[in-house]
């Protein structure tokens, strides 16, 4: 398969689906879950062939606009994030619960192909185009199946997607005034000579940061991860933060790798609050999906900060750290899912015991709680132990700070674990049934992932390596 099939093949499969409207939800579901996985046994099969795969055409050759791909060691590592993610989000689907499946399943599909064309661009249209377009499906699924307030909860996570990158394409557009080029590679080696060169930095850098999302552009999060049907909240959480942080390394350090350790600074300032107030507000949380949604936050923003302290081992850190935050994050959204099924409410307080009722559940929660607090043998521990090493080579006192949110998610976690599974049992009630065979198969591959990083994180390492570049920035 071509690169260019590779890319086209989820818009065909998300068309496919548009158009079926008479095929039963379990049906459209399957066909779904099968057309997902294509991708990934494309990147699995592959194997080193698919590194390094290219696709350039000219698209609008009069303004020098190139419908270019490109697989390198970065994008690869990223889109295995969105290949492995997306089967995942339609099977912990509750299709019972999904009208129009077939636009569900299409949306979550059209997602996919955009994050393939947005991983790799190398074209600055493509990529910005990409980069607005996989705002779209989310919207809709936010919108037309998420939570009874839905719609104020998509408004506001569209508001701040488009006000983050309303310049992004005035910057685009004064790049290629000043360079005559879209292509990233070449506007690499003359951006920074440009004039306003530090204001569009900071544009593309604000765009990216929104996404993520940092501190203080946090504020569509807790609602749209809340509101957001399972699957949808999978995306946002797993993938779509993934997006920002892709672009800063795609895009801000290749164009702009001078201004970019001139602004750290303050943009590590920035990440540092919101990991704290992102474990605090977890701390405070009486509802468990805004505790994870929380948690989420504050280890995006500890990515961040493993990105703005320029070192090679913190930035290898924090690649890893985003890959095993996807996986993760993933797994606590599904237990909080599927416990909030059995409960009917997300609150604590009302139910307590339940590991005497739902083992099965309990544990498995209690396994991904392990996972998020950094266990050594699962996989954040590698990944949270590079980032803090490269913080410390560069300041003792900075990693000592990172350092202290660790521990708060660690209080956070287990109080979750202790006030809904290990208090004294509640008396029993008839829905509080354990998870079934169903619900332990889609969670399996997330756990064979989160015990082969955190024991041989070797072979993502070493793709990993190559992609970072602050060595030759500094």
């Not at 303004?63 to 690869?76: A, E, K, R, Y």
């Not at 997330?446 to 082969?452: E, G, K, P, Q, R």
């Amino acid at each position: 398969m071509t690169l260019f099939q590779f890319f086209l093949f989820p818009f065909i499969a998300s068309a496919l689906l548009f158009f079926s409207l008479h095929l039963k939800k379990r049906v459209l579901k399957a066909i779904a879950f099968l057309f997902s996985l294509v991708p990934l046994a494309v990147q699995v099969t592959s194997g080193t062939a698919f590194l390094g795969m290219e696709y350039d055409v000219p698209w609008l050759a009069t303004l020098s606009i190139h419908f270019h791909l490109v697989v390198d060691n970065l994008s690869l590592v990223f889109l295995y994030i969105v290949n492995a993610i997306v089967p995942i989000s339609i099977l912990a689907s509750q299709s019972q619960r999904i009208y129009r499946a077939n636009f569900f399943y299409g949306f979550i599909l059209l997602l996919q192909g955009l994050c393939l064309g947005f991983f790799t661009s190398r074209d600055l249209v493509c990529f910005t185009f990409f980069f607005e377009a996989m705002l779209l499906p989310l919207y809709f699924l936010i919108n037309s199946w998420g939570g009874p307030e839905r719609q104020k909860a998509s408004f506001t996570f569209i508001l701040y997607m488009i006000a983050g990158s309303v310049l992004m394409v005035a910057a685009v557009l004064s790049l290629y005034v000043s360079g005559n080029t879209f292509d990233i590679d070449t506007l690499a080696t003359v951006a920074e000579k440009l004039p306003y060169a530090p204001l569009l930095c900071a544009i593309f850098l604000l765009a990216f940061l929104v996404k993520t999302p940092i501190f203080p552009f946090h504020a569509w999060l807790p609602d749209a991860y809340c509101q957001a049907p399972l699957s949808g909240t999978i995306l946002l959480s797993a993938v779509l933060s993934k997006a920002g942080i892709y672009g800063i390394l795609r895009v801000t350090y290749a164009l702009y790798p001078t201004l970019m350790v001139q602004m750290g600074g303050l943009i590590f300032a920035f990440a540092v609050a919101g990991m704290l107030y992102g474990a605090f507000a977890a701390w405070g949380q009486t509802d468990f999906k805004k505790l994870i949604a929380y948690s989420s936050l504050s280890h995006v923003n500890f990515v961040l900060a493993g990105l703005f302290v320029f070192n090679p081992m913190a930035e290898s850190g924090a690649i890893l750290q985003a890959v095993n935050h996807s996986i993760t994050i993933t797994g606590l959204f599904l237990v909080a899912a599927w416990l909030e099924d059995r409960l009917d409410t997300t609150q604590f307080g009302r139910s307590y015991g339940l590991a005497s009722y739902m083992p099965n559940l309990a544990w498995l929660s209690l396994f991904f709680v392990l996972s998020a607090v950094a266990l050594p043998g699962l996989n954040n521990f590698v990944s949270e132990v590079m980032l803090l090493y490269g913080v410390f080579i560069e300041n003792p006192y900075f990693a000592a700070i990172l350092g202290t949110t660790v521990v708060l998610s660690i209080l956070y976690m287990l109080r979750f674990m202790h006030q809904i599974y290990f208090e004294t049992p509640s008396p029993f009630q008839a829905n509080w049934q354990d998870i079934t065979r169903k619900e332990k198969l889609i969670a399996l591959p997330l756990v064979a992932l989160i015990i082969w990083l955190g024991i041989y994180p070797g072979p993502l390492l070493h793709q990993i390596a190559p992609a970072t570049r602050l060595e030759t920035s500094k």
